[in-house]
């Protein structure tokens, strides 16, 4: 358990890390580039690598950037089209780098080809598939095509449009003026260049709206929920040997108080109020009911460390012992028996050790009230190994 954990921590974690380490890189070397390549031809291979190439390298560079942070992001999520986007990218950003030669792209070429092979190595940990709504796909649907529309347009017109010669100069056109920059260097020069170009505008703009509304409200909403204190999708994708708390009872908020400051964990409750309570104190709290698989699904029970089950009601916790442990059979699990007599069905259950706290409590304080201070047995009592006996 301790070497997979080990290496889901290695597999997410660092993969995520250097993919952003490397689109930070491929942007501040990307500018520098733009910055500086003109103002001095000397580079790395002793002038091989022509000015105009370095420049566009630099302004490619710049893109790939933020093309790997979108990906890093993507990867944050567990998803696998994030991770084949990383490792297209990675390579082409050690061609930028070199490409770009100067001092100040090495270190993007160094991480860049560092970070292949762990990025490699953790593809088996990026699995989940990218789930767009039908009106988020509309949405890239109606962007794309305007895009296509606009370009086919306005190369097809090029008689009609001043300063159109090229696919890349109909494509700049339709950007500039479907985003309502309009810098006014590509102009349409006749009646139907003016109505096809009001065409753009009109179906450019309600495009971008709709992309912008549709795709980035999650992102919001996300930003949203973890500025008030709930769990954002990202962060229960990011859970990682960490124990699971099933339920709330009288015994949770000292599991909680043990808990806090020492392991990751997050606690799965069903109750409205206990959640909305425990997201305003800071902790992880999934609303959902422990019984059920998928909300275990959801808090990585399968990259957990222990399990804890230690609500007032032993049956639902028997039940939630019992999901947790067909999830997963080799993990930790710990129950608390209200009544003595459920011990054993816990047990039964899949619980590793039952704990009775009632038994316990009335073992200490008869030995207290004898005065005694032998303390043997009190190991075995709190490890639910007397329950054996």
């Given at each position: 358990?301790?070497?997979?954990?080990?290496?889901?921590?290695?597999?997410?974690?660092?993969?995520?890390?250097?993919?952003?380490?490397?689109?930070?890189?491929?942007?501040?070397?990307?500018?520098?580039?733009?910055?500086?390549?003109?103002?001095?031809?000397?580079?790395?291979?002793?002038?091989?690598?022509?000015?105009?190439?370095?420049?566009?390298?630099?302004?490619?560079?710049?893109?790939?950037?933020?093309?790997?942070?979108?990906?890093?992001?993507?990867?944050?999520?567990?998803?696998?089209?994030?991770?084949?986007?990383?490792?297209?990218?990675?390579?082409?950003?050690?061609?930028?780098?070199?490409?770009?030669?100067?001092?100040?792209?090495?270190?993007?070429?160094?991480?860049?080809?560092?970070?292949?092979?762990?990025?490699?190595?953790?593809?088996?940990?990026?699995?989940?598939?990218?789930?767009?709504?039908?009106?988020?796909?509309?949405?890239?649907?109606?962007?794309?095509?305007?895009?296509?529309?606009?370009?086919?347009?306005?190369?097809?017109?090029?008689d009609h449009f001043q300063n159109v010669e090229t696919p890349l100069d109909a494509f700049?056109?339709?950007?500039?003026?479907?985003?309502?920059?309009?810098?006014?260097?590509?102009?349409?020069?006749?009646?139907?260049?003016?109505?096809?170009?009001?065409?753009?505008?009109?179906?450019?703009?309600?495009?971008?709206?709709?992309?912008?509304?549709?795709?980035?409200?999650?992102?919001?909403?996300?930003?949203?929920?973890?500025?008030?204190?709930?769990?954002?999708?990202?962060?229960?994708?990011?859970?990682?040997?960490?124990?699971?708390?099933?339920?709330?009872?009288?015994?949770?908020?000292?599991?909680?108080?043990?808990?806090?400051?020492?392991?990751?964990?997050?606690?799965?409750?069903?109750?409205?109020?206990?959640?909305?309570?425990?997201?305003?104190?800071?902790?992880?709290?999934?609303?959902?009911?422990?019984?059920?698989?998928?909300?275990?699904?959801?808090?990585?029970?399968?990259?957990?460390?222990?399990?804890?089950?230690?609500?007032?009601?032993?049956?639902?916790?028997?039940?939630?012992?019992?999901?947790?442990?067909?999830?997963?059979?080799?993990?930790?699990?710990?129950?608390?028996?209200?009544?003595?007599?459920?011990?054993?069905?816990?047990?039964?259950?899949?619980?590793?050790?039952?704990?009775?706290?009632?038994?316990?409590?009335?073992?200490?304080?008869?030995?207290?009230?004898?005065?005694?201070?032998?303390?043997?047995?009190?190991?075995?009592?709190?490890?639910?190994?007397?329950?054996?006996?």
């Amino acid at each position: 358990m301790e070497a997979g954990t080990r290496r889901g921590w290695v597999g997410v974690r660092l993969a995520v890390t250097l993919t952003f380490a490397v689109a930070v890189l491929s942007i501040a070397t990307g500018v520098s580039s733009i910055g500086f390549t003109a103002a001095s031809t000397r580079n790395l291979f002793g002038g091989g690598i022509p000015q105009w190439a370095q420049e566009t390298a630099g302004f490619t560079g710049t893109l790939t950037g933020f093309l790997m942070l979108a990906s890093a992001l993507g990867m944050r999520r567990g998803l696998r089209v994030a991770w084949y986007s990383t490792a297209l990218l990675l390579p082409l950003t050690a061609v930028q780098g070199l490409v770009q030669s100067s001092p100040y792209s090495l270190p993007l070429v160094v991480v860049s080809l560092a970070s292949l092979p762990v990025v490699a190595l953790a593809r088996h940990r990026f699995d989940r598939e990218l789930d767009l709504s039908t009106t988020q796909l509309a949405a890239l649907a109606a962007l794309a095509g305007v895009q296509v529309y606009g370009t086919t347009g306005t190369y097809a017109l090029a008689d009609h449009f001043q300063n159109v010669e090229t696919p890349l100069d109909a494509f700049y056109y339709t950007l500039v003026t479907a985003s309502t920059v309009g810098y006014g260097d590509l102009t349409p020069t006749t009646q139907t260049g003016r109505l096809f170009g009001m065409t753009v505008v009109v179906l450019g703009t309600a495009s971008f709206a709709i992309a912008l509304a549709s795709l980035l409200g999650p992102a919001i909403e996300a930003r949203l929920a973890t500025a008030l204190g709930r769990m954002t999708e990202s962060q229960l994708e990011l859970l990682e040997d960490h124990v699971i708390v099933l339920g709330y009872g009288d015994l949770t908020e000292p599991i909680l108080a043990e808990l806090d400051g020492q392991t990751e964990f997050v606690v799965v409750t069903p109750e409205p109020q206990r959640a909305t309570e425990l997201g305003d104190r800071g902790f992880k709290v999934l609303r959902a009911d422990p019984s059920d698989q998928e909300p275990l699904r959801r808090v990585g029970i399968d990259e957990a460390r222990a399990v804890v089950a230690a609500t007032n009601n032993d049956a639902e916790d028997a039940l939630a012992v019992l999901t947790a442990r067909q999830l997963n059979p080799d993990i930790r699990i710990v129950a608390a028996a209200t009544d003595r007599e459920n011990v054993d069905k816990l047990r039964r259950a899949g619980a590793d050790s039952v704990i009775s706290p009632t038994t316990i409590g009335g073992h200490l304080l008869v030995r207290s009230a004898l005065g005694s201070d032998g303390m043997e047995g009190v190991a075995d009592r709190l490890s639910g190994e007397s329950a054996k006996r």
